[in-house]
């Protein structure tokens, strides 16, 4: 038998280099029936470990499998 090494080399691997699974997904905008005329808020927010995405209603937008599943869970027709 060959003597193994016990040293292993390690790669730091940076965030911007890791690869993130991205889903598209649509929330409609609010209805404007509002008698006050005030304006409702056109985000969502979703909140996991501590960070905070906002999604915008009414446009396409990429996002994490996570943020997904939430958002999945409180709109089920995405």
Excluded: C, W
Aim: aromatic content about 6%; proline content about 8%.
């Amino acid at each position: 038998m060959a003597k193994r090494d016990e040293l292993a080399a390690v790669t730091q691997i940076k965030e911007s280099d890791s690869v993130v699974a991205k889903v598209q997904i649509f929330i409609p905008p609010h209805e404007d029936d509002n008698p006050n005329n005030v304006k409702v808020d056109q985000y969502e927010h979703v909140t996991i470990n501590g960070v905070t995405t906002l999604i915008k209603r009414g446009e396409y937008v990429d996002v994490p499998v996570p943020v997904y599943i939430q958002l999945k869970n409180k709109f089920p027709g995405i």
